[in-house]
């Protein structure tokens, strides 16, 4: 079958509409451009996010069903609690953010590829100099373990990827993440596509108009000043 995609100008600025989204593959949208920072916040601004895999050219998706954590949704079961203890884990942010999105980017069993390329690594980090992708690391003594990386678009975040080193820490990691974001009164998550660890752990779907409603009300709102320090974090995990 033969699919049409627009294809992005050199505009950085400019992208289809998402409701002109393919229903099959759902949610994509158009092709090529550029992984710039003014396109990419340009992109997340508007519920557009780049995937594709190694040899495919640069794709970009708005989904029609997005999975969101809704604020006070994630919370450390007695399992989860009793694991962050026992291993004595402790969280930092942005203290690492090329290590956690090159961990992201490891191979993963019955995961024979990864979307997150060296191109995409650099382009995300890129985005974290300017103050736009953040990273949230869990630590065993001095050992990376666990970790997500995201981008805060006003007082939303919009979360890329999270990695496991040793079981459950990527979970602590999100835990973490809302209960860290609550703190400054926020605690909306967007998490791209529903899978079933992240409905397991509490994720709703949403269409996507309701999404684009939320992002606007969350992108034009300023984030909270300090929200993203980077440095160690206060361990707000608590039981649910």
Not at 46 to 68: K, M, Y
Not at 133 to 144: G, I, M, N, R, Y
Not at 188 to 207: E, H, R, V
């Amino acid at each position: 079958m033969t699919l049409w995609l627009p294809e992005l100008t050199t505009d950085p600025l400019w992208f289809p509409p998402p409701d002109t989204a393919l229903a099959e593959p759902d949610g994509l949208l158009a092709f090529g451009g550029d992984l710039s920072v003014e396109r990419l916040r340009q992109a997340y601004c508007s519920g557009i996010f780049p995937w594709f895999s190694a040899g495919d050219p640069l794709l970009w998706w708005s989904p029609g069903t997005r999975a969101v954590f809704r604020p006070n949704c994630l919370h450390a079961g007695r399992s989860l609690r009793k694991d962050w203890q026992k291993h004595q884990y402790h969280f930092t942010c942005d203290q690492a953010f090329t290590e956690v999105a090159s961990a992201c980017a490891a191979p993963r069993a019955h995961q024979p590829g990864t979307w997150i390329s060296a191109d995409i690594q650099q382009a995300y980090t890129q985005l974290h100099q300017a103050g736009i992708a953040h990273s949230l690391e869990v630590w065993q003594q001095d050992q990376l373990v666990g970790g997500l990386y995201g981008v805060q678009v006003g007082t939303l975040f919009c979360g890329e990827s999270m990695f496991n080193r040793v079981p459950n820490t990527a979970k602590l990691a999100l835990v973490q993440l809302q209960h860290y974001l609550q703190s400054f009164g926020l605690g909306w998550i967007d998490c791209q596509l529903p899978n079933a660890f992240l409905l397991q752990c509490g994720a709703s779907t949403m269409p996507r108009a309701d999404y684009l409603q939320l992002l606007h009300a969350h992108s034009v709102a300023e984030a909270p000043a300090g929200l993203w320090q980077p440095g160690l974090l206060p361990q707000l995990i608590t039981a649910a």
